[in-house]
């Protein structure tokens, strides 16, 4: 009997972590490229059905008009992959800044959100995506400043992600927080338990 979940889908951000155009680095690895290997990749004959898309530069301009991001989803869908996840850029240097951070921080986050609705909207539309949720994070690296305060840290960034739950739904989206070593609040499973409670 053939199972239609769990979907695979290669988590295409990652690809681009240490790439750039700064002296020294590698060079981004092109969206049409790495939709290839994503491709030609087959493990005991399972391959990707999928995606998950990171919502920044180089792959994608977050103001990019509909008919660029159709284009986008034209090339998504005709590698034979649909569109799940998405990745909100709410990272200082993209669209967003920290999650704990000033209200113009906080503002810059939820603006990082609204792009990633937005986008959705054109992918859903278009049919490349009919699942998935957009993945967030505190959007601070490192612990040092949260532990300076970490009881009203916390409470800042789950302040945020309630304002920024609240424009997913109004868009039909759902957010995932994606807790890894390196986002403040997020760092372990205890702490982002507590953030999430």
Same mark, same amino acid.
Request: proline share 5%; aromatic share 8%.
């Given at each position: 009997?053939?199972?239609?979940?769990?979907?695979?889908?290669?988590?295409?951000?990652?690809?681009?972590?240490?790439?750039?155009?700064?002296?020294?680095?590698?060079?981004?690895?092109?969206?049409?490229?790495?939709? %290839?290997?994503? *491709?030609?990749?087959?493990?005991?004959?399972?391959?990707?059905?999928?995606?998950?898309?990171?919502?920044?530069?180089?792959?994608? =301009?977050?103001?990019?008009? %509909?008919?660029?991001?159709?284009?986008?989803? =034209?090339?998504?869908?005709?590698?034979?992959?649909?569109?799940?996840?998405?990745?909100?850029?709410?990272?200082?240097?993209?669209?967003?800044?920290?999650?704990?951070?000033?209200?113009?921080?906080?503002?810059?986050?939820?603006?990082?959100?609204?792009?990633? &609705?937005?986008?959705?909207?054109?992918?859903?539309?278009?049919?490349?995506?009919?699942?998935?949720?957009?993945?967030?994070?505190?959007?601070?690296?490192?612990?040092?400043?949260?532990?300076?305060?970490?009881? *009203?840290?916390?409470?800042?960034?789950?302040?945020?992600?309630?304002?920024?739950?609240?424009?997913?739904? %109004?868009?039909?989206?759902?957010?995932?927080?994606?807790?890894?070593? &390196?986002?403040?609040?997020?760092?372990?499973?205890? %702490?982002?338990?507590?953030?999430?409670?």
């Amino acid at each position: 009997m053939s199972q239609p979940f769990p979907k695979i889908h290669n988590a295409m951000w990652p690809g681009l972590v240490g790439k750039g155009t700064e002296p020294g680095q590698e060079p981004p690895i092109s969206l049409e490229r790495m939709l %290839d290997l994503t *491709a030609a990749a087959s493990v005991n004959g399972q391959k990707f059905e999928g995606i998950d898309y990171f919502l920044f530069l180089p792959h994608t =301009d977050p103001n990019a008009t %509909d008919e660029e991001l159709r284009r986008i989803a =034209d090339l998504i869908q005709g590698k034979g992959f649909s569109v799940g996840s998405l990745v909100a850029p709410v990272w200082p240097g993209t669209v967003g800044d920290s999650a704990m951070g000033d209200s113009q921080a906080r503002e810059k986050f939820l603006s990082a959100v609204r792009v990633a &609705c937005r986008i959705a909207k054109v992918f859903n539309e278009h049919g490349v995506r009919k699942y998935g949720v957009i993945r967030i994070d505190s959007a601070e690296f490192g612990v040092e400043k949260w532990r300076s305060d970490a009881k *009203a840290n916390t409470t800042r960034i789950a302040e945020t992600f309630r304002e920024a739950a609240k424009i997913a739904a %109004d868009h039909g989206e759902r957010l995932a927080a994606e807790g890894e070593i &390196c986002w403040a609040g997020m760092h372990s499973w205890r %702490d982002l338990l507590n953030l999430l409670e």
